[in-house]
C-alpha cells in the first residue's frame, strides 16, 4: 500500500486576477505533488477558489450579475492558468459547490452543539475590505492597520467561536516542534516562532458570522438563517470538506478522508500563516480532528522592488510570461531564484538571465551537444558503452539525483524543509559536471582514431545516461522540458507512474536507441534591442570609418585608416574553408563561442567572439573561412587555434561564410 501524501493550496479569491503570487504557491505544491508521485507515494493535491464573501458580492452587484454566475465566469481564469502552467492538481474546489456547503454547514452545527460556537453582542472597528472587526488598539487614524482604508464602528450581535479556550492547548502544540524531531507543524523555522510569540498573548473568541442584512452571499448557519459563515471558516473547512466529495474513490467503501487526513502539507503565503496556524487549528481540535503534519509559509514575491497591487498597475500576469518565455522556464525561475521561505523580487531581467545562463546555456547545450555528437560519431543511436572508469559522474547522479529519501533531492523536497533552490542548485551541478564531462573527454578527438572507438562510444554512452537521469530530476520542476528530453533521447520512461527500481539504476539507458535530436529545449533570449540601441548611441558619438572585416578573436584590432599591403604579405595569411562540427559557450562569457571545426585532413578549436550575434547551434554544418596560420592563443583559459573571419565594428554582424558546397580544407585566396 502506498503512502498517502495530501498537499494542499490556499484556495484564492475568486475576484482577484490570478498573477505570480497565486502560481508560485501553486507550481511548488505541484513540484511536491510530481516528486512524491514519482516516489511513489498516493498523492492528492488540491487546490481551488474561495467564492464567498463581501468582495464578490460587491464585484457581482457592480457587473449587475448574480454572485454565483460571477464565481461561474471567474472561476475559468485560474482553471485555465493551471492548465497552462502544468499544474497537476487531482481535484479543484470551489466554496460554492453545494456539497462544500452542507458540509460547512455539518461542522458549525456540531461546534454549535457542543456550545463551542455561542451569540454574543459586539462593538468594533470594522473594515469592509477585510471583513473583520480590529479593536480600538489596532485602528491608527480611523484607518484599518492592514489595508489603510477608512473603517467603521459597528456593533452588531454575532455567533463566536471559542477559540480562547485553544491558545495554550495549541501554543504547547507548537513548542513540541524541535528541529531535532521533523517535521515541523510550522514551517520554516522563523514562521513557527512567530507563531509560538503571537500565543504568548491570550486569544481573542472568533467571529464566525456575518449577520445577512449586510453579506447574504455565504454559507447560511444551520442553526439561524439570519447569518452566514465568515468567509474563513467556510474556507478552511475546504480542507477536510475536498477529502468527503472531490478524493477518488476506488471502491464504495473506501474511505479517502481515513486516508489522507491529517494533510502533509499546508502550504501557504506568510500573509494567511495566522489564519492557518491559528483558527484552523483550534477549529481542528475543536472538531477533535488531528492537525496537519505541517504548514509551511513561503515569502512574498514583489515586482522590480515594489508591492504587487492593482492600484500600482503592476501585477505580472503568469499568462504573459508563459507566451513570451513558457511554462517551464517560469516554474524554474520562481523556484530558483529564491529560498522558498524568503521574499523575492520579480524582475524580467532577472528572468531572462535565468534562462539563459542556467537553462539555455547549461542544460540545453548539454541536451544539445550530447545528441549532435551520437548523431555524427554513433549513427544517431546510444552506443554500446565498455567499461565505465567514470565513477564521478556516476558517483554524483547518484548521490543527488537518485530518488531515494536519503540522496539530496529527497532531503531538500521534505515538506518542512521544501529547499527548491537547494534541489535546483544541486541538478545543475550535475548539468556542469555533464558540461565539463565533454569537455574533458573531448570526443571529437577520440573519434579521430579508431582505437579510441570503445571509449568513445562509453562517453556518449554516459553522457546519455546522465541526460536521462536529469530528465528524471527536472520532471517535478519542468513537466514539458523532461517530457521534450525524453522524445529527443528515444526514451521509454513513463513519467506519470511511480519510477520502477530499474528506472533509477545508472546503466539501464538501451544502447541501440534511437535519439530524435529537435528543437532546442530552451532557445536563448536575445535582448538585443535593447542593446543594441545603447550600442548605436556610443557609435554615433565616435563615428567610425566604413566597416573593416573584424577579427573575432581576441586579438588587437586595427584601426585608423587601412594601411596598404602587398599581395605577397597578404599571402601570408593562410585562410580555408572550415565546417563547424560543434559549438558551445565558453562559460562566464556572452561572447564567446568554442567552435569544433573540420578543416578537411584535421580538426581544430576555435574561439571566437560572435556569441552575442549567434546561437551555438544555429552555425553547426556551417561553412566559415579559418585564419589556419594564426599563433594558438588562450581566450578566457580556452585554447583557440585559429580565427574565423566576420563582418562588424565593434559588433560582429555576420560571419563569412561559403554557401557553396566546397570541401572543408579548400584554401581561400
Ligand atoms: O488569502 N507573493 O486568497 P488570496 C507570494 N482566500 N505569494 C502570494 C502573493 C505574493 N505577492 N500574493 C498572493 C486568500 N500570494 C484566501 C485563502 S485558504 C483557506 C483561503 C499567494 O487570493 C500566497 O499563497 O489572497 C497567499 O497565501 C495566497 O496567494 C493568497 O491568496
Same mark, same amino acid.
Given at each position: 500500500m502506498n503512502k498517502p501524501f495530501y498537499i494542499t493550496t490556499p484556495i484564492y479569491y475568486v475576484n482577484d486576477v490570478p498573477h505570480i503570487g497565486h502560481a508560485y504557491t501553486t507550481i511548488a505544491a505541484d513540484v511536491v505533488a510530481r516528486y512524491y508521485r514519482l516516489r511513489g507515494y498516493d498523492v492528492f493535491s488540491l487546490t481551488g477558489l474561495d467564492e464567498h464573501g463581501q468582495k464578490v458580492q460587491q464585484a457581482a452587484a457592480k457587473a449587475g450579475i448574480e454572485e454565483q454566475v460571477y464565481c461561474d465566469g471567474m472561476a475559468p481564469r485560474f482553471q485555465n492558468l493551471w492548465k497552462r502552467l502544468n499544474i497537476s492538481n487531482d481535484a479543484f474546489i470551489r466554496t460554492s459547490d453545494a456539497k462544500h456547503k452542507s458540509i460547512v454547514q455539518k461542522w458549525l452545527q456540531y461546534l454549535f452543539d457542543k456550545k463551542l460556537i455561542y451569540k454574543a453582542d459586539y462593538t468594533g472597528w470594522y473594515c469592509?475590505?477585510?471583513?473583520?472587526?480590529?479593536?480600538?488598539?489596532?485602528?491608527?487614524?480611523?484607518?484599518?492597520?492592514?489595508?489603510?482604508?477608512?473603517?467603521?464602528r459597528l456593533s452588531e450581535s454575532n455567533y463566536f467561536f471559542k477559540m480562547s479556550a485553544y491558545g495554550k492547548k495549541l501554543q504547547e502544540y507548537i513548542t513540541k516542534d524541535s528541529r531535532a524531531k521533523p517535521p515541523l507543524f510550522i514551517a520554516p523555522w522563523i514562521r513557527r516562532n512567530e507563531v509560538v510569540g503571537f500565543l504568548d498573548k491570550s486569544l481573542n473568541d472568533l467571529s464566525i458570522s456575518r449577520p445577512k442584512s449586510r453579506l447574504s452571499w455565504g454559507i447560511e448557519l444551520p442553526f439561524d438563517p439570519n447569518y452566514v459563515a465568515y468567509v474563513w471558516f467556510d474556507a478552511l473547512v475546504n480542507y477536510i470538506s475536498a477529502l468527503d466529495y472531490l478524493a477518488p474513490k476506488k471502491t464504495p467503501s473506501d474511505n479517502p478522508f481515513k486516508k489522507y487526513w491529517p494533510a502533509t502539507l499546508h502550504l501557504v503565503g506568510k500573509d494567511i500563516l495566522t489564519t492557518h496556524a491559528i483558527y484552523w487549528s483550534t477549529i481542528l481540535m475543536a472538531l477533535e480532528l488531528p492537525l496537519p503534519s505541517t504548514i509551511f509559509a513561503h515569502g512574498w514575491w514583489t515586482v522590480?522592488?515594489?508591492?504587487?497591487?492593482?492600484?500600482?498597475?503592476?501585477?505580472?500576469?503568469?499568462?504573459?510570461?508563459?507566451?513570451?518565455?513558457?511554462?517551464?522556464?517560469?516554474?524554474?525561475?520562481?523556484?530558483?531564484?529564491?529560498?522558498?521561505?524568503?521574499?523575492?523580487?520579480?524582475?524580467?531581467?532577472?528572468?531572462?538571465?535565468?534562462?539563459?545562463?542556467?537553462?539555455?546555456?547549461?542544460?540545453?547545450?548539454?541536451?544539445?551537444?550530447?545528441?549532435?555528437?551520437?548523431?555524427?560519431?554513433s549513427h544517431g543511436r546510444i552506443p554500446e558503452p565498455v567499461a565505465s572508469a567514470d565513477t564521478e559522474l556516476e558517483g554524483k547522479i547518484k548521490k543527488t539525483a537518485v530518488f531515494l529519501p536519503h540522496a539530496e533531492l529527497g532531503i531538500h523536497l521534505?515538506?518542512?524543509?521544501?529547499?527548491f533552490n537547494r534541489a535546483l542548485e544541486a541538478i545543475w551541478g550535475l548539468v556542469q559536471l555533464g558540461n565539463q564531462y565533454i569537455d574533458k573527454t573531448a570526443p571529437w578527438t577520440l573519434a579521430k582514431k579508431p582505437e579510441d572507438k570503445p571509449r568513445l562510444n562509453t562517453v556518449l554512452y554516459n553522457a546519455a545516461e546522465a541526460l536521462r537521469f536529469l530528465s528524471l530530476t527536472l520532471y517535478p520542476f519542468m513537466p514539458q522540458a523532461a517530457e521534450e528530453m525524453k522524445r529527443q533521447l528515444g526514451l521509454m520512461l513513463n513519467f506519470s507512474k511511480p519510477l520502477l527500481a530499474s528506472e533509477v539504476n545508472w546503466g539501464s539507458l538501451?544502447?541501440?536507441?534511437?535519439?530524435?535530436?529537435?528543437?532546442?529545449?530552451?532557445?536563448?533570449?536575445?535582448?538585443?534591442?535593447?542593446?543594441?540601441?545603447?550600442?548605436r548611441v556610443t557609435q554615433d558619438q565616435?563615428?567610425?570609418?566604413?566597416?573593416?572585416?573584424?577579427?573575432?578573436?581576441?586579438?588587437?584590432?586595427?584601426?585608423?585608416?587601412?594601411?596598404?599591403? /602587398?599581395? =605577397?604579405?597578404?599571402?601570408? &595569411?593562410?585562410?580555408? %574553408?572550415?565546417? #563547424?562540427?560543434?559549438?558551445?559557450?565558453?562559460?562566464?562569457?556572452?561572447?564567446?563561442?568554442?567552435?569544433?571545426?573540420?578543416?578537411?585532413?584535421?580538426?581544430?578549436?576555435?574561439?571566437?567572439?560572435?556569441?552575442? /550575434?549567434? =546561437?551555438?547551434?544555429?552555425? &553547426?554544418?556551417?561553412? %566559415?573561412?579559418? #585564419?589556419?596560420n594564426l599563433k594558438p592563443a588562450k581566450l578566457m583559459g580556452v585554447e583557440s587555434q585559429g580565427m574565423v573571419l566576420a563582418a562588424g565594428d565593434k559588433e560582429v554582424g555576420g560571419l563569412v561564410t561559403i554557401l557553396e558546397d566546397v570541401q572543408p580544407g579548400t584554401k581561400v585566396k
Open positions: 469592509t475590505f477585510d471583513e473583520r472587526f480590529w479593536t480600538e488598539k489596532d485602528v491608527e487614524g480611523g484607518l484599518c492597520p492592514d489595508c489603510k482604508r477608512p473603517v467603521e522590480n522592488g515594489e508591492k504587487m497591487s492593482k492600484s500600482r498597475g503592476n501585477v505580472v500576469d503568469p499568462n504573459a510570461i508563459i507566451d513570451e518565455f513558457g511554462a517551464d522556464a517560469f516554474r524554474y525561475f520562481l523556484l530558483r531564484e529564491v529560498p522558498f521561505g524568503h521574499d523575492g523580487d520579480f524582475s524580467r531581467e532577472a528572468l531572462i538571465g535565468r534562462i539563459n545562463s542556467d537553462l539555455a546555456n547549461g542544460l540545453g547545450n548539454l541536451l544539445n551537444r550530447t545528441l549532435t555528437l551520437i548523431e555524427r560519431f521534505l515538506p518542512d524543509k521544501l529547499e538501451l544502447p541501440g536507441t534511437e535519439i530524435t535530436k529537435g528543437r532546442p529545449l530552451f532557445p536563448r533570449i536575445e535582448t538585443t534591442t535593447k542593446t543594441q540601441g545603447d550600442i565616435q563615428p567610425s570609418p566604413t566597416p573593416q572585416p573584424s577579427s573575432t578573436a581576441a586579438t588587437p584590432q586595427a584601426t585608423g585608416p587601412a594601411q596598404q599591403i /602587398t599581395i =605577397e604579405e597578404f599571402q601570408k &595569411v593562410q585562410l580555408k %574553408v572550415g565546417k #563547424v562540427l560543434s559549438a558551445e559557450r565558453v562559460p562566464k562569457s556572452d561572447k564567446l563561442l568554442k567552435l569544433q571545426v573540420d578543416l578537411g585532413g584535421e580538426q581544430r578549436q576555435v574561439v571566437a567572439g560572435i556569441g552575442k /550575434t549567434y =546561437e551555438p547551434e544555429s552555425l &553547426v554544418g556551417r561553412r %566559415v573561412v579559418v #585564419v589556419t
